[in-house]
């Protein structure tokens, strides 16, 4: 927390990862060293985020300390990934979807969520069971899958079935012809939460499919397709499966990660808002009742930053204290209105600061995004440093 000595100024660093380049914690470390550049005497307190998805392990253990335990699992095409628990001293688990169904873990013509699975994370599950985890706690986010969850619960125990009796193949459009399921849940009486800030059901026009879908690979077909298929999935988790909830398909949060929160309820789990879990953890509040400037930021600052992410909560958490808060992103295209009536001060963007699209912007800052977080951090204390 903040010395208890006399500040000039009182920075608080709090940015989400850059996805694609860099995670959170650099983020905040390339700002920051760009800010002493121009204002050594400053404080800055460096307190990275991240709501669930990609980097949510990383945020985790730098907060609660805790074992980080390698774990081996696979890709959503099955091939070998490196996955990892955090094991902390309360009995609980912290794992994210991401380091076995990530986007970033397939080509771009790689990309199909009617083939892609979830069984790497029920791998990582099953190994935090094992390890002896009373509650694990699931990031969902990045994914590349539109499964359900279906390929998360084969490692757990239970396998879908077809009319036939023959298990289903792996990705979201085998649920087609799902029509039972074998075996039990092997909890070991886990409970399981859902870290995620979506609130879209599993189904329907707002649903995993419909909304997600097309960013994973999926044309408007293959949308339809997996949308009819995730029902027939809901019908059968709710029939076959002891304490899943009844109307599945529309609960909220049921469609984070193509539909894992689902599975997460289904099994008797709940979902939590991701931000909200970390920012607990990293004490957050206290920060910014302390802070002078809060500093936050993603790779992409649009319309969805806006909805439940990361610089969402911290925005608004700013602007309820009177405390003014500045964005950094990869790219902005939030209208300055809309970003002001979330407690947004100013915005700038790594492609501006780099020349702009026509001059090669978007190209520099995806390979030197430290360098352009350093400048703006250097900009920003020649701004606001007293």
Same mark, same amino acid.
């Given at each position: 927390m903040w010395p208890a000595t006399l500040l000039r100024m009182r920075v608080l660093l709090c940015p989400d990862k850059f996805a694609g380049t860099l995670p959170a914690p650099d983020v905040a470390a390339a700002v920051a060293d760009g800010w002493r550049d121009v204002a050594p005497g400053d404080d800055l307190l460096a307190r990275p985020l991240a709501d669930g998805g990609p980097g *949510?392990? %990383?945020?985790?253990? +730098?907060?609660? +300390?805790?074992r980080r335990v390698p774990v081996p699992t696979v890709d959503p095409l099955g091939r070998p990934a490196a996955g990892e628990i955090l094991l902390t001293d309360d009995g609980t688990a912290y794992l994210e979807s991401a380091q076995a169904c990530g986007l970033h873990l397939l080509t771009a013509a790689e990309r199909d969520p009617k083939a892609t699975t979830s069984y790497g994370l029920g791998l990582l599950v099953a190994a935090a069971v094992e390890a002896g985890a009373r509650t694990v706690v699931v990031g969902l986010g990045g994914s590349a899958t539109n499964d359900g969850g279906a390929g998360m619960l084969v490692p757990l125990g239970v396998t879908p079935l077809d009319g036939a009796g023959w298990a289903l193949p792996y990705g979201g459009a085998a649920l087609a012809e799902v029509a039972a399921l074998d075996g039990e849940p092997r909890l070991r009486g886990t409970t399981l939460v859902a870290a995620t800030d979506v609130d879209n059901p599993l189904l329907g026009l707002h649903g995993a499919s419909s909304v997600f879908?097309?960013?994973?690979?999926? /044309?408007?077909? /293959?949308?339809? &397709?997996? %949308?009819?298929?995730?029902?027939?999935?809901?019908?059968?988790?709710?029939?076959? #499966?002891?304490?899943?909830p009844s109307g599945l398909g529309a609960l909220p949060g049921g469609g984070a990660a193509g539909g894992?929160?689902?599975?997460?309820?289904? #099994?008797?789990?709940?979902?939590?808002?991701?931000?909200? &879990?970390?920012?607990?953890?990293?004490?957050? %509040?206290?920060?910014l009742d302390?802070? /002078?400037?809060?500093?936050t930021g993603e790779g992409s600052f649009d319309h969805q930053s806006l909805r439940g992410k990361v610089v969402a909560g911290v925005a608004g958490a700013a602007? /309820?204290?009177g405390v003014p808060c500045v964005v950094l992103a990869g790219r902005v295209s939030t209208g300055?209105?809309?970003?002001?009536?979330?407690?947004?001060?100013?915005?700038?963007? &790594?492609?501006?600061? *780099?020349? =702009?699209?026509?001059? =090669?912007?978007?190209?520099?800052a995806m390979t030197r995004?430290?360098?352009? #977080?350093?400048?703006?951090?250097?900009?920003?204390?020649?701004?606001?440093?007293?």
């Open positions: *949510f392990v %990383d945020v985790l253990a +730098g907060a609660l +300390g805790g879908g097309p960013q994973k690979g999926a /044309d408007r077909a /293959d949308v339809l &397709l997996l %949308d009819a298929a995730l029902t027939r999935w809901a019908e059968v988790l709710t029939e076959r #499966l002891p304490g899943c894992l929160g689902a599975a997460v309820l289904a #099994l008797g789990g709940r979902c939590e808002s991701g931000i909200g &879990l970390v920012t607990r953890a990293v004490k957050l %509040d206290a920060a302390a802070a /002078d400037l809060v500093i602007r /309820d204290r300055r209105r809309e970003a002001a009536a979330a407690g947004v001060t100013e915005a700038y963007s &790594l492609v501006e600061h *780099f020349g =702009g699209e026509e001059h =090669g912007g978007v190209e520099a995004p430290a360098e352009g #977080l350093r400048a703006l951090g250097a900009r920003l204390a020649r701004q606001w440093s007293r």
